[in-house]
């Protein structure tokens, strides 16, 4: 099955090689059909999520009326709300999801395209010295089959594409510039692309430490690992990241170019969504503070109880005052029996 999907793709690139017989501009037009296919999913998703934010208030509320309660029952009451308004969680991660496959389809295709054998090496190499091109899933007729088959390299503007950037530094230096100024280009448009995301939020994208991470770590980490891969799959980096930077310009500006625009709208929602949690913080917090305040109640109760042994004395006098401050009225009867009698004299 796997087979029959990475002979239908060396088809489309062996296509493309015909109308441009180079290997990189092959891959690039390659790249564009899979971004362009996919382009709808990015819109939908990025149409989802701007929904789910403008929901945010109510989901907000959902939560705060849950918290601290029974979670299974927040959340069929959050998917009971999903379903009501038609909105699916997952549907932001959806584009991201689409790229991981077809990544490793172009690996499998590249890997199988510069499949090296002994047996197609032509006369005049060396005998077993160097392993030669023998193209898997190309059909034998094809001209990219033709060009590739008994090659040792696979260039294009200079650059072998079957080559990795750590096997042609091993080389030497100078051979491996070309392809580490590839990855470098190829993580600055990752960055490029990190930043027009998060641009769009109404804080810059500072509210979301997941944001900072996305932007920081992501594409360097896909720089480090390019760096074992063959300079083809850099190729396809670089060309799909370049494409989501002028897919990313035209959502800004048409979901998020004007006040009225959806997007406008949804960073609104997001930021009652955040006043909302706030409040709810500050209120939890107020009533911690109030409720640390207030007075013992151990001392009125043996202050009633006294100032009522005492015979009866009102709590506005200074003597009931005075047993309600040692806690124990009672103990205070012959001070006020001795009053009583400096009167009588």
Not at 78 to 89: G, I, K, V
Not at 318 to 338: E, I, L
Request: aromatic share 8%; net charge positive; glycine share 10%.
């Amino acid at each position: 099955m796997f087979d029959t999907i990475f002979e239908a793709s060396a088809q489309v690139l062996d296509f493309f090689y015909a109308i441009v017989p180079n290997y990189a501009i092959a891959i690039m037009l390659m790249t564009l059909l899979v971004m362009l296919i996919t382009t709808p999913l990015t819109l939908k998703g990025t149409r989802g999520m701007i929904k789910m934010q403008l929901l945010q208030p109510e989901l907000k509320k959902i939560q705060e009326k849950h918290k601290g309660g029974d979670r299974q029952e927040m959340n069929a009451e959050l998917m009971a709300f999903y379903q009501e308004n038609e909105l699916n969680p997952l549907g932001g991660c959806l584009p991201l999801l689409v790229q991981a496959p077809v990544f490793l389809l172009l690996f499998r295709l590249i890997q199988g395209l510069t499949r090296r054998t002994v047996e197609a090496c032509p006369e005049g190499v060396a005998e077993g010295v160097e392993k030669c091109f023998d193209p898997k899933y190309l059909d034998h007729s094809s001209q990219l089959y033709g060009d590739l088959v008994g090659k040792t390299e696979m260039k294009s503007f200079g650059l072998d594409l079957a080559l990795s950037t750590s096997d042609a530094i091993g080389e030497s230096i100078v051979k491996g510039m070309p392809y580490l100024v590839l990855i470098l280009f190829m993580i600055g448009a990752q960055y490029v692309q990190q930043k027009q995301v998060s641009a769009r939020s109404a804080d810059g994208g500072m509210a979301m430490p997941q944001q900072k991470i996305l932007l920081r770590v992501m594409p360097a980490f896909f720089g480090v690992i390019s760096i074992n891969f063959p300079a083809a799959l850099v190729v396809y980096w670089v060309t799909s990241s370049i494409y989501r930077i002028g897919l990313q310009a035209y959502i800004t500006r048409s979901l998020y170019g004007h006040d009225d625009a959806p997007g406008a709208q949804a960073n609104k929602a997001a930021a009652e969504a955040r006043k909302l949690a706030k409040d709810a913080k500050d209120a939890k917090g107020d009533g911690k503070g109030a409720k640390s305040s207030t007075p013992a109640k151990s001392g009125n109760g043996n202050t009633k109880s006294g100032d009522s042994k005492a015979g009866g004395a009102k709590s506005g006098d200074a003597d009931s005052g005075a047993g309600s401050g040692n806690g124990a009225g009672g103990k205070y009867q012959p001070s006020s029996k001795k009053k009583k009698n400096k009167r009588r004299r």
